[in-house]
Antibody, heavy 120, light 108 residues
Framework: EVQLVESGGGLVQPGGSLRLSCAASGFTFSSYWMHWVRQAPGKGLVCVSRINSDGSSTSYADSVRGRFTISRDNAKNTLYLQMNSLRAEDTALYYC?????????????WGQGTLVTVSS | EIVMTQSPATLSVSPGESATLSCRASQSVSSNLAWYQQKPGQTPRLLIYGASTRATGIPARFSGSGSGTEFTLTISSLQSEDFAVYYCHHYNNWLTWTFGQGTKVEVK
């Protein structure tokens, strides 16, 4: 069974940092691109960042570029998102999601999400 | 950045009727377009990719069409479990993949 389990969310003050993790199981992690997608309360889906299967290529939304860093450890089947200089507008549920290497833009499975709240 | 615009924002439909959802891209995304369904409190579910290919396990009442800048998701004979928010998502340029703002399909 495919599982993506996010952790690391919580309440943080503006300007603070958090590191999200996503533990993957039930599939060959190293064969999938991985994505972070966020959803602010009551709002739509927003692509945050993505990383290719071997970790050599990454991309970011304009709103987080320079503040967030995506990475992965294929030996540990884990995806990360380091978030620095957090702002109130970063408050959202952060989903970890996978996409097959043959179709890296087609997200076929999502985790349950971890909530990040940026507030003083 | 390619902007994806969905219409209408809300669609009121009676069970058993069909629903047509639109998604327009600000520039061509070829057929690199997916549709997702999200029910309250749940994670999104992939319905359609490549503009018209149903994902595994998706019922035939869901169909997608279009290419370039104009796309449509049609749900024929709406079932109670189909009332949800639907998002289109382009993945044409790997640097800037974006979702539409969503269309809520509600019970009329």
């Amino acid at each position: 069974e495919v599982q993506l389990v996010e952790s690391g969310g919580g309440l943080v003050q503006p300007g603070g940092s958090l590191r999200l993790s996503c533990a993957a199981s039930g599939f060959t992690f190293s064969s999938y691109w991985m994505h972070w997608v966020r959803q602010a309360p009551g709002k739509g889906l927003v692509c945050v960042s993505r990383i290719n299967s071997d970790g050599s290529s990454t991309s970011y939304a304009d709103s987080v570029r320079g503040r967030f860093t995506i990475s992965r450890d294929n030996a540990k089947n884990t995806l990360y998102l380091q978030m620095n200089s957090l702002r109130a507008e970063d408050t959202a549920l952060y989903y970890c999601a996978r996409a097959p290497e043959v179709s890296p833009g087609v997200i076929d499975y999502w985790g349950q999400g971890t909530l990040v709240t940026v507030s003083s | 950045e390619i902007v994806m615009t969905q219409s209408p924002a809300t669609l009121s439909v009676s069970p058993g009727e069909s629903a047509t959802l639109s998604c327009r891209a600000s520039q061509s995304v070829s057929s690199n377009l997916a549709w997702y369904q999200q029910k309250p409190g749940q994670t999104p579910r992939l319905l359609i990719y490549g503009a018209s290919t149903r994902a595994t396990g998706i019922p035939a009442r869901f169909s997608g069409s279009g290419s370039g800048t104009e796309f449509t998701l049609t749900i024929s004979s709406l079932q109670s479990e189909d009332f949800a928010v639907y998002y289109c998502h382009h993945y044409n340029n790997w640097l800037t993949w974006t979702f539409g703002q969503g269309t809520k399909v509600e019970v009329k």
